[in-house]
């Protein structure tokens, strides 16, 4: 058994994430000391074809432009057949070889099961002036990245809510996909999720499709909020799009909130004080909201 390496400081993204690399390698040299002291623990590391430890090397196989700013690349270890997971709420930290810097950034994995040929796939915003982004967005089939994780702490309990609001921004939907998908497959969970969707026009509504086919589960519902006016004429059948940013009044709808709604929220800082202070107004308790 080898002892885990530890991460160098530019393997960190700064994000502030939970738990950091740093974190994870604390908890693998702890085991790995145990495990020496023939304490039998075994090490986190096991059959997934991603490690928090070490980086391993997926080709992009296929991109999907969204948009101007937005694009699906799809990537898979040539490799390996093992099979890549992660949990809700998880990230993926990619490592970024540049000329003059190297850094790593954090991405959402999601996937899709009629999707056989990647392991997972990026839903990318592209940022102007972004280092990693921007490198990403221009990536061509067959290109190696390098990749390490799951990292993350968000943890999923089946029926413990009745209610669980999903309020994202742009590619913050993406933390909330592994999440859909393992409450609507669980048939034994009755958790009711309600996302709401803040886009900023019709042609960045990402994974529009996918979202619009969940809407056939019962204990499914969306609304998507658009902060660029479109027409009606552009919509789907029946699909909720309204032509305003969310706002509190649109809380309003669902009143009265208890104890058996939970609250998770994903996109940028300011979005996510926003609605902190929002549903801290609405008095709801602070344990039953997640911000990703
Ligand atoms: C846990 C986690 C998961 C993430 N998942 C995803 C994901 O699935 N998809 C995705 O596209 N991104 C995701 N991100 C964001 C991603 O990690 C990068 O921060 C983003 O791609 C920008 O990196 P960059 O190197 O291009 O920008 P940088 O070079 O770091 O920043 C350059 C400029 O870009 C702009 N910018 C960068 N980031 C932001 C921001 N968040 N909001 C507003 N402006 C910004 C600013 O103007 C900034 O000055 C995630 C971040 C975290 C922490």
Known sequence: MKPPVEPK?????????NPCIFDVYEKQLQLYHKSLRGEGEKLLEGENGISQLNYTTFVVTEKIIICDSHV????KNLESHKKVTWSAGDHFLIKYYGETKSCTKAYTPIHFDKDKDSDFI?????YSNGLVSNFLYALEIGTPTLWRGPYGSFKLFPNKYKRMFMIAQGTGIATFIKIIEDVLKDEDNFTKIILLFCCKNISCILLREYLYSCNSYWNFDYQIFLSTYSDSACYKYKEPIVNHKLSAADFETFVPFTSSDQFLACGSAEFMNHFKNLLSDKNIPSENICLF
């Open 9 to 17: 400081a530019e393997d960190c993204c700064n994000s502030g994430c």
């Open 122 to 126: 990026i839903l990318l915003k592209r």
């Open 72 to 75: 699906l690349i799809k990537f």
